[in-house]
């Protein structure tokens, strides 16, 4: 009985784990919504600067062929063509570390995903090891109820001799460990 306390014990403890394991798992993938969100986020923002980018290269195109145009207006154009060029590298920098970000995003989608994968396969031994206390548990109660049955209606020859029988009786009361 004391065994079979323990395994129902150890069969708590198992669900517990499993109950934990699954609030963790749940916390991680809340975390991947969130870095895929973020991801998306991050795209638009870099559609936006490469648009943004494109019409700069547009504008930075023209007021060098209004500078070729107008001699008068030589040092205004070079003015503004400056400011776009400067712009242009600032938007440059922006990608670089919009792609940077992804990047590091990315990474953090890949780990995310193997301790999902570690998580589900940990949820599974689990589940497997709950099986087989389940198992060992029937299995320890049927032999328990063959005990008695047989401790109730059997009756010992007279030829037996009576301290084997007595022998033989507190063996069978005794706890064995479970092996699985």
Not at 12 to 39: G, H, P, S, T
Not at 127 to 146: G, H, V
Not at 166 to 180: D, F, H, M, T, W
């Amino acid at each position: 009985m004391d065994e079979l306390q323990a395994l129902q014990h150890q069969l708590e403890e198992a669900r517990d784990e499993a109950e934990l394991n699954l609030l963790q798992l749940q916390q991680v993938q809340e975390e991947l919504e969130f870095y895929f969100l973020r991801c998306q986020e991050l795209g638009r923002d870099l559609g936006a600067i490469k648009e943004a980018d494109v019409l700069k290269s547009q504008t930075a195109a023209e007021s060098e062929q209004a500078a070729q145009n107008e001699q008068t207006g030589q040092k205004e154009q070079a003015s503004e063509s400056a400011e776009i060029s400067e712009a242009l590298e600032r938007s440059q920098a922006e990608l670089g570390e919009v792609q940077r970000h992804r990047q590091e995003e990315q990474q953090l989608l890949s780990t995310a995903q193997a301790m999902l994968e570690g998580q589900a396969r940990y949820l599974e031994n689990v589940s497997l090891r709950e099986e087989k206390a389940a198992q060992a548990l029937d299995r320890l109660r049927l032999l328990e109820a063959e005990i008695h049955y047989y401790l109730r209606h059997s009756k010992p020859l007279s030829s037996l001799d009576p301290q084997k029988i007595n022998r033989l009786i507190q063996l069978a009361k005794q706890p064995n460990p479970v092996v699985g």
